[in-house]
């Protein structure tokens, strides 16, 4: 089971840093497991879909996941990776993010399962809020030296001044040795054996490994483990999660799903290859058809569409991907002017992001806007009244996809939303012209 579960991961470049007997714990027994959540926002973005999946992939293996929301460790700031001290939230704000994660977290796994091996949500808060400072000095402090705590790469490259650094707070200093208490609490009452996460975890993590060794010294069987997954990187050095507009955020009210599916189906061939076996379930052989198939006919672009499908089936629905590739198809529809009404006013927005739009008032609208018009002096999208009239004379205008000509008056008729219209210059030049 554990051995096919490790395996697997490592295939589909998962495994970056694994303790020593990881595996043969794994393959021992049902092994509990978690990994921690920061609640820097009110939701997760791609980037925290790999904990996501390694939790999935661990209970699909028979074993049990926790997610652990970090109430109190975001309270702190996790300096792993990071060059400055963060901001500190407010306690109200930290708990409506963690609220926020909570529900993220249970659309992709059922923490009211009846299974065996069924996940848990738990939240450091709960144990950390009443434990004095005193008693964490005595009791957690005195089990790590300093010189241990001082040799973890994300504290040194805080203190030498690497990547711009400016130092590092006390505060920050402890919370290597607070995420180490959380897995020795999760180890003392639920049994939990391995903490898992991303590369830049290392460090905390295994300091929770020692502090688990050290707190329960002396019991033959208190052992904790550790595994990491690489952080996901772009073929051209940029940072995965990003697009033009930001963060890529697993929640529709932040990122839509028509702007999800296109991120994942404008990837380039490269990434789609590595990033179809991080962040999908489909099976090797499915996928090695897949990368097969697509150096056949890259052009077809098989890789990109299907890592699209799975991905966005998997955070939203079967139902949301059906919708954003009938409005990726809408541009290039034949029946365009009907399937265009169809759509929402915030999708419709989605499409023709970045679009050139111009606003006009429905007093002046109401009195008819002709071609010229609508190209040139009342918008601007061309740059001349003589530049709309050659590109009507050559039929190159359209108006919702159809073909116009320059004695063409724009009505309530041409209104998508009852406030757009969709003017086309050729085939690739678009612009929007909005109603007010």
Excluded at 71 to 86: F, H, L, N, V
Excluded at 363 to 389: P, Q
Aim: proline residues 2%; charged residues 30%; aromatic residues 10%.
């Amino acid at each position: 089971m554990a051995n096919k579960f490790v395996e697997d991961l490592r295939w589909r470049g998962m495994v970056h840093d694994i303790m020593p007997g990881t595996e043969e714990q794994l393959d021992k027994e049902m092994t509990t497991a978690y990994i921690g959540f920061d609640p820097t926002s009110d939701s997760l973005h791609i980037g925290s879909l790999v904990p996501i999946i390694l939790l999935v992939h661990l209970e699909k293996a028979g074993h049990k996941p926790i997610a652990l929301v970090g109430g109190a460790t975001g309270m702190i700031g996790d300096p792993s990776g990071k060059s400055d001290e963060r901001n500190l939230l407010d306690e109200t704000t930290l708990a409506h993010n963690v609220a926020g994660i909570r529900n993220i977290l249970s659309r992709f796994l059922d923490f009211n399962s009846n299974e065996k091996n069924a996940p848990v949500l738990v939240n450091n808060y709960d144990w950390m809020k009443n434990f004095s400072f005193i008693d964490f000095a005595r009791d957690v402090g005195k089990r790590i030296t300093v010189n241990y705590m001082m040799a973890k790469d994300s504290v040194k490259k805080r203190l030498s001044g690497e990547e711009g650094s400016v130092g590092m707070s006390f505060t920050e200093f402890t919370y290597q040795l607070i995420q180490g208490y959380d897995f020795h609490h999760l180890y003392k009452t639920m049994g939990c054996k391995l903490q898992m996460g991303g590369s830049d975890q290392w460090g905390n993590i295994t300091t929770g490994t020692e502090l688990v060794r050290r707190m329960h010294d002396g019991e033959d069987q208190a052992k904790a483990y550790a595994m990491t997954c690489p952080l996901i990187t772009k073929a051209d050095g940029s940072k995965f999660g990003k697009s033009e507009g930001g963060n890529v955020w697993l929640d529709a009210n932040k990122t839509s799903v028509y702007k999800f599916y296109q991120f994942w189906l404008n990837t380039t061939d490269e990434d789609a290859e590595k990033y179809i076996k991080i962040f999908t379930f489909l099976d090797k052989e499915s996928i090695e058809n897949l990368i097969e198939e697509h150096k056949e006919n890259p052009g077809f672009r098989a890789l990109q569409k299907r890592l699209a499908e799975e991905v966005t089936t998997f955070v939203h629905s079967k139902e949301d991907y059906e919708n954003a590739i009938k409005a990726s198809k809408i541009l290039f529809s034949k029946d365009f002017k009907n399937e265009i009404r169809e759509l929402d006013e915030n999708l419709f927005l989605d499409v023709f992001e970045g679009v050139k739009q111009a606003e006009i008032s429905r007093a002046e609208f109401d009195e008819g806007i002709d071609m010229i018009g609508a190209l040139a002096a009342k918008t601007n999208f061309l740059g001349s009244n003589g530049e709309a009239r050659r590109a009507l004379k050559e039929n190159a205008i359209a108006v919702n996809k159809e073909k116009v000509k320059e004695d063409y008056v724009l009505t309530t008729e041409d209104l998508i939303n009852d406030k757009y219209i969709v003017i086309s210059r050729g085939k690739k030049t678009n612009f929007i012209l909005k109603v007010v």
